[in-house]
């Protein structure tokens, strides 16, 4: 099988693509490595799937010099000549799509880069699966669809009519758009709604980073809504084992369009996800309490019932083993 993976220097579609390399599949990674968060962590992410020179050039295919069946090309999903140059060139079987303007708060400030990323992006990625026989679009959708529903666990079958920030709004279109095209044009098309995806080589934007960074800068922490938000914290591990078995599953439906949910179903108080921190580090934070941000959700907590049935998903990581994990690749990568 021969795979691409868009977001490939990104938290997920890093681990994504070195998971798929345990395998015979050959893999094309593609991101623009855009200034969102730190480049250069990106960069070397990149470095540790053998993807270490010409990286600022665009459009260039550079092969990994640690895996052959790896190859990275930086470049814009908005750029719909070069990705149809892509994908007639390339022939993929299946698309894994990770790549898009992420972050909620971020949303609030800089709504043009979501359209952009996550609306037209996405709409030259449908097309060109449409034109190209792609056996199946993986696509990443958010739990942030679900808005502030009070209903719990939250399932796939609830209402996402009511969504409180762009970036969801953007994730709820990308669900629309690709039912669409199952509908019309027959292409297989699975939805993940991820939940709080946390461990190494992870996003700085994210509250664990930052918490972590924090505390051992003897800095204070936010703490939104005075530490009552709960998050379904999943793994990166797996997650990225669910990507995998659902990726190479088509959906037995008609139209063939699916959603799930992907996350731990175990949801988490944030007051005890720094305690966490806290133990991981043995170091104490300096609180700093805060209302609710705008755009903020209450709790998350998925129903993955669908995904354990269809797929035999078990997320295996509980929280303290995970969080230590994150610690100690934070501390080597930092060298603290």
Request: proline share 4%; with cysteine.
């Amino acid at each position: 099988m021969k795979i691409l993976v868009t977001g490939a220097s990104g938290f997920i579609g890093f681990h994504l693509v070195q998971k798929l390399l345990e395998s015979s599949s050959t893999v094309v990674g593609i991101d623009n490595i855009n200034d969102y968060y730190s480049p250069e962590l990106k960069f070397e992410r990149l470095q540790q799937t053998g993807i270490s020179k010409d990286v600022t050039i665009w459009n260039q295919k550079i092969v990994s010099s640690t895996n052959a069946n790896y190859s990275f090309l930086r470049m814009n999903l908005e750029d719909e000549e070069a990705i149809d140059h892509l994908f007639k060139t390339e022939k993929f079987d299946m698309v894994c799509n990770l790549a898009a303007q992420a972050g909620v708060r971020y949303s609030i400030e800089n709504p043009k880069a979501y359209i952009q990323s996550n609306i037209v992006g996405f709409s030259n990625i449908l097309e060109a699966c449409r034109h190209n026989k792609i056996k199946h679009l993986v696509y990443a959708s958010s739990s942030s669809v679900y808005g502030n529903s009070k209903k719990m666990p939250l399932s796939t079958t609830d209402s996402v009519d009511n969504p409180i920030s762009l970036y969801a709004a953007t994730k709820k279109s990308n669900e629309l758009m690709a039912h669409t095209y199952s509908h019309l044009y027959s292409i297989p098309t699975t939805g993940l709604r991820f939940f709080t995806v946390y461990g190494p080589w992870g996003r700085p934007d994210m509250a664990y980073f930052s918490f972590t960074k924090a505390i051992l800068e003897n800095k204070p922490i936010k703490i939104f809504n005075h530490g009552d938000l709960y998050r379904d914290f999943t793994y990166i591990d797996d997650i990225v084992e669910g990507i995998v078995k659902v990726l190479h599953k088509t959906p037995d439906y008609k139209p063939p369009y699916a959603v799930y949910n992907i996350g731990n179903s175990s949801p988490v108080k944030l007051m005890d996800f720094i305690e966490t921190i806290e133990k991981a580090l043995g170091k104490k934070a300096v609180k700093e309490f805060h209302e609710m941000q705008p755009g903020d959700v209450y709790k998350t907590f998925a129903d993955v019932s669908e995904l354990e049935k269809n797929f035999g998903y078990a997320p295996t990581t509980p929280l303290e083993k995970g969080i230590g994990k994150f610690v100690n690749w934070y501390k080597s990568y930092f060298n603290v």
